[in-house]
């Protein structure tokens, strides 16, 4: 069942300045779609990705991990190790791991329906991160589900599962709402639900819910921070400098 890619080469013509990085950003941004509820929660299949560093050898692994939405049972799974494409710079960590991320879910041998990103979506400072990137190359309906609220404000929501507050942006005319803190569990910690791309909010959260029936974070996102974590164990340094 595991697919293992062990070489994504840096797209050609891939941005390598921050200047270069913001105007395809900016690009893209515009096509971002935003009228679409997407698929029913509970139907269909439902992906997870993660991406996993080892700064010292520059390299960079990808997993993805399908899961049938309504049971939560693995279907697929699939690795892929690659180089950094891109320096550190906050609000552009997607050019960082997008190659990888895109070569992992073209290493899937289904289609993986909902995408869900450990990340953002439209709570971002430029309301385009990982996962409406992702969204919008893909065409594939994408949500960020975060560990924390960013640079965003938020009140606390209700102690209970399923309780929900605005995640806020100031701006000169008002707060602006780019997400949701959302309880996921009876008295722990929140997580972030944005909108990436082909989905409302509000099944955005529905989807999260749906996908943490026992513990804070998403069945998506354990089983591919679980997989990612164990590939960037098992990649050996041939494979790492296959990528150079």
Not at 143 to 172: C, D, H, M, Q, W
Not at 180 to 206: E, I, W, Y
Not at 215 to 231: N, Q, V
Request: hydrophobic share 40%.
């Amino acid at each position: 069942m595991n697919t293992t890619s062990n070489t994504v080469p840096i797209p050609a013509g891939w941005p390598v300045t921050e200047e270069q990085a913001r105007a395809v950003q900016d690009e893209l941004r515009g096509r971002v779609v935003l009228d679409e509820p997407g698929p029913p929660p509970g139907t269909g299949r439902v992906t997870g990705v993660d991406v996993a560093y080892d700064d010292e050898r520059d390299v960079v692994v990808a997993a993805a991990v399908v899961l049938d939405a309504a049971t939560l049972a693995v279907v697929a799974e699939a690795t892929a190790v690659g180089q950094v494409s891109f320096p550190y710079v906050p609000g552009l960590l997607a050019f960082r791991e997008i190659p990888a991320v895109l070569a992992v879910l073209d290493a899937l041998p289904c289609a993986p329906g909902l995408v869900v990103c450990d990340g953002y979506g439209l709570a971002h400072p430029r309301r385009f991160g990982l996962a409406s990137h992702l969204g919008v190359l893909t065409g594939l309906p994408t949500i960020g589900v975060a560990k924390n609220p960013f640079t965003f404000s938020y009140e606390e929501p209700g102690a209970r599962r399923g309780s929900a507050s605005p995640l806020l942006a100031g701006k000169p005319t008002g707060p602006e709402e780019v997400g949701r803190a959302l309880r996921t569990q009876d008295g722990v910690k929140p997580v972030f639900v944005s909108v990436g791309h082909r989905m409302s909010l509000d099944n955005a959260c529905a989807h999260t819910l749906a996908l943490a029936p026992k513990y804070r974070l998403p069945e998506t996102t354990r089983s591919a921070d679980s997989l990612c974590r164990r590939a960037l164990k098992e990649t050996t340094p041939s494979e790492a400098s296959s990528v150079d």
